[in-house]
Nanobody
Framework: QVQLVESGGGLVQPGGSLRLLCAASSRSLFGLNDMGWYRQAPGKQRELVASVTSGGRTNYADSVKGRFSISRDNTEDTIHLQMNSLKPEDTAVYYC???????????????????WGQGTLITVSS
């Protein structure tokens, strides 16, 4: 199957910056459709932070517009989330998400999957 591995989380002071990386990998041939970052704070539902299509069109939650920037490298199968001017309310576990097409082989048909990373914790606190 396809795996998404996130990195770049940690503790940062209010007003600081962090950059998250999500890398997709698999032993199978695959293609990536929309990719994005979600977050889940304690006691709250998971919410979309930012997304990017395979063509580079982006979408942001109102709460992060102007502060966060999502980017994508289709040759490396990665996305980044640059987070600036971080606030305590940005504290959450951040998850990478991707729509994946696993390419057909002689022994198996193609498959469409929704894949999640394991999550990375971001804590914004002084």
């Amino acid at each position: 199957q396809v795996q998404l591995v996130e990195s770049g989380g940690g503790l940062v002071q209010p007003g600081g910056s962090l950059r998250l990386l999500c890398a997709a990998s698999s032993r199978s041939l695959f293609g990536l459709n929309d990719m994005g970052w979600y977050r889940q704070a304690p006691g709250k539902q998971r919410e979309l932070v930012a997304s990017v299509t395979s063509g580079g069109r982006t979408n942001y939650a109102d709460s992060v517009k102007g502060r966060f920037s999502i980017s994508r490298d289709n040759t490396e199968d990665t996305i980044h989330l640059q987070m600036n001017s971080l606030k305590p309310e940005d504290t959450a576990v951040y998850y990478c998400n991707a729509g994946v097409v696993v390419i057909a082989t002689p022994s198996a048909p193609s498959k469409n999957l929704e894949v999640w990373g394991q999550g990375t914790l971001i804590t914004v606190s002084s």
